[in-house]
DNA sequence: TACATACCGGACAAATTTGTCCTTTAATTT
DNA sequence: AAATTAAAGGACAAATTTGTCCGGTATGTA
């Protein structure tokens, strides 16, 4: 569905977040081992959030990463996934033609567009905030305990 | 959504059932120009899918690629899809959690599993001698024209 | 039987994605 | 101010996907 780096991405937004709420700030090293995932690929994804402004960042001792309040309110599933993976998989045609659409249609462009018009809303629908709420009442998980 | 090499394989089916429905048995040449793959990437592709048995071949003089009417009434595009690209993608967790499910769920567990058995539901229920009558009517296309 | 045709299969090459390492930059603490 | 901490950024490496090439094999035709 998504990139490595996209699940990377998203589940350290939501665990940062989750962290965020209160009012803890996390290091690199924290947030791969918590969702389990490679330290420096992270950090390289997490680069991209803080340019594209979805994720904050603080240098040196006691820094980190963090979400604003604003962050958690407002940025969406489908910022983090546009940001890191692009528009192309939320619109692009699922046979691949490169101009599909209802004046030449793909022979399933028609069945397609509704689950896409879910996914996409479903995307939009959701906050960082809100994904991190769920993971603090142990509702979600963002890896896997045994 | 899918990789090239399904992309590729699933048009090349379909444009494969659409001559077969016809009566007329296609070469590899002829697939790869009517749906605008690259020749030799295509041929792998479709090695697969008759080892699989989704497709037929015939060697040598007036040989090709063809679908019988079994084939074209039975093969679902879900079976190209599973044959090409495995079934990760029509199962997996979204955020990339190897063991998700409801005994530990990943915060979009239950938002993303309504959406993927529509997917699957929707690839289950195409045969490519039905997306094929479609092309075959004009009501779909493989590749675009200017 | 010889030849031509067209798929099969393996090796190879390019491009992209995934992942690592190390130096630089910024900020806090002593 | 110096030392320490942690993210930023660039170069590099591994793995996967995408794509090519070519000799082998099967089949139909003369």
Do not use: H, N, W
């Given at each position: 569905m998504?990139?490595?780096?996209?699940?990377?991405?998203?589940r350290a937004a939501i665990y940062i977040g989750q962290q965020s709420a209160s009012g803890r700030r996390v290091g690199l090293k924290d947030i791969a081992a918590e969702i389990?995932?490679?330290?420096?690929?992270?950090a390289k994804i997490?680069?991209?959030?803080?340019?594209e402004q979805l994720v904050t960042s603080v240098k040196g001792p006691t820094g980190g990463f963090e979400?604003?309040?604003?962050?958690l309110r407002t940025v969406t599933l489908r910022q983090l996934v546009v940001?890191?993976?692009?528009?192309?998989?939320?619109?692009?045609?699922?046979?691949?033609?490169?101009?599909?659409?209802?004046?030449q249609p793909c022979p399933m462009h028609y069945q397609f567009l509704p689950i896409r018009d879910q996914l996409n809303e479903l995307l939009r629908a959701h906050t960082i905030g809100e994904l991190a709420s769920k993971v603090q009442e142990g509702l979600g998980f963002l890896k896997q305990f045994s």
């Open positions: 998504f990139s490595k780096a996209c699940e990377y991405g998203i389990d995932s490679p330290e420096a690929f992270t997490l680069q991209q959030l803080v340019r979400l604003t309040p604003e962050q940001a890191i993976d692009g528009g192309a998989m939320l619109q692009g045609c699922a046979l691949g033609l490169p101009q599909c659409s209802a004046k």
